[in-house]
């Protein structure tokens, strides 16, 4: 019995004196455990992703929507404007984020692009009228974009006036010999409503009275409007239809507001359709509207181009580039495309607004115009600030998540991301 309580005794003190070799001091272990984790929670370094700023987890690893690896959220805003918004430099790294300083004509070359289309030469517009009053009975012209010829018959027409004066040329005509004047007079009457004199002719050998007088056409060209229909009655002076000489085309611009200034008639302009990209087409602007179009602020300009082969359709789109001089590119601000988030109406880029430290704000901007890889800023910016051109959406996303203002929250404040519940998400 004493003996199998020494061994009891015996067998406890070397199970505790192994247990102690082979697992050590655990409670010293827990604590420094503790402490470690303590001074992870202690730095507030949290981990987001860039694609989804609405994931935010105490610790490095991947994203669960996109499984991308986190990347180390924003430092603390304290003691920066309102609208500001701070980065690390290892989430900027990650994202590759670059910035530019905005200078004059610091993108692309001195050129400046215009979009139109193609219009019929209005100066070269004709219109065929009526030259006494009557009834159509028939009309040979009835299709827009049919060629016309000088001298073609167009119309036939019934006009009581000319009956009437029919009568009176066959009679001025028997009396000729002895009434010269009369019979130069009547005659007269017809020419100056553009009856032919071989029509008069025929009239006074048959003695009869024709009670349909074909109308002549005195216009050469391509009918772009036809005012009449068969049974329309007409009046002298009356349009029958218009026609356009389509051998010369307008290349018609609209240049905005803020452009006008770069524009000068003279200047020439090299142009490329769609309907025809390998060709490349040269013009001088010909005419500058001195009258703003106020609905949508901008200016017509436009070019004369010659269409011998009538390649050039009136509706067709057409791009414009114009040479700038260097001293008038100087004066203007432009950034790259990359910079720019577009949103609805509203244009944004973000503003690196610390040289030594990695804050932004959003910025506003109107854009002019579209050059060669970069836009023109007619306002938001100014000549030094440095932008955001590569990793924007990147640095929009932690606006986002800052609250801050941002390319869809205009105003600010937390956004509603539809992952609020989410493990890890504030």
């Known amino acids: 019995m004493k003996k199998n309580v020494l061994y009891s005794i015996i067998a406890a003190i070397v199970g505790l004196l192994a247990g102690y070799l ?71 790294a990650l994202a590759d984020i670059q910035t530019t300083v905005v200078g004059s004509g610091s993108v692309g070359s001195n050129s400046l692009k215009l979009s139109g289309k193609i219009a ?106 036809i005012m009449v229909s068969e049974g329309a009655h007409i009046a002298d002076g009356h349009p029958i239809f218009k026609v356009a000489d389509l051998r010369t085309v307008w290349a018609v611009f609209d240049a905005y507001e803020n452009q006008v200034g770069r524009l000068k008639k003279g200047e020439e302009i090299d142009m490329v359709l769609n309907s025809y990209p390998d060709k490349k087409y040269k013009a001088k602007i010909s005419f500058i509207n001195p009258v703003l179009n106020s609905a949508t602020r901008t200016i017509e300009v436009r070019a004369v181009l010659k269409n011998s082969e009538g390649q050039l359709k009136p509706g067709m789109f057409v791009a414009g580039t114009l040479a700038v001089a260097p001293d008038t590119a100087t004066t203007t601000l432009i950034i790259p495309e990359s910079a720019v988030l577009w949103t609805g109406k509203r244009s944004v880029v973000y503003v690196k607004v610390d040289a030594d430290e990695p804050t932004f704000e959003m910025r506003e901007v109107s854009l002019g115009d579209a050059l060669d890889g970069g836009y023109s800023i007619v306002s938001g910016l100014e000549n030094g600030d440095e932008i955001v051109t590569h990793g924007t959406f990147t640095v929009d996303a932690a606006a986002q998540l800052k609250g801050k203002k941002s390319m869809m929250n205009k105003e600010g404040g937390q956004t509603t991301t539809g992952h609020e519940g989410h493990e890890g998400v504030e």
């Not at 009228?129 to 974009?145: E, S, Y």
């Not at 004066?165 to 005659?187: G, N």
């Open 22 to 92: 082979i697992f050590g001091d655990t409670s010293d272990g827990a604590s420094a455990e503790e402490h470690d984790h303590g001074q992870e929670m202690a730095s507030g370094q949290m981990w987001t992703c860039s694609m989804h700023p609405q994931i935010m987890q105490p610790e490095p690893g991947d994203c669960p929507i996109c499984a991308m690896d986190l990347i180390p959220a924003a430092s603390s805003d304290d003691g920066l404007a309102k609208d500001q918004f701070k980065m690390t430099e290892n989430a900027m």
């Open 120 to 225: 019929e030469n209005v100066d070269e517009m004709a219109t065929q009228p009526a030259h006494f009053n009557g009834r159509i009975d028939k009309l040979f012209i009835k299709t827009l974009g049919e060629k016309v010829h000088m001298g073609q018959a167009i119309a036939q027409i019934y006009s009581p006036e000319l009956v009437a004066a029919q009568q009176e040329l066959i009679t001025a005509y028997r009396l000729k010999d002895s009434q010269p004047e009369l019979y130069a007079a009547v005659r007269n009457k017809f020419r100056n409503w553009k009856i032919p004199d071989s029509q008069l002719s025929q009239i006074e050998a048959s003695g009869k009275v024709q009670t349909a007088f074909t109308i002549y056409a005195h216009v050469s060209g391509v009918v772009s409007e």
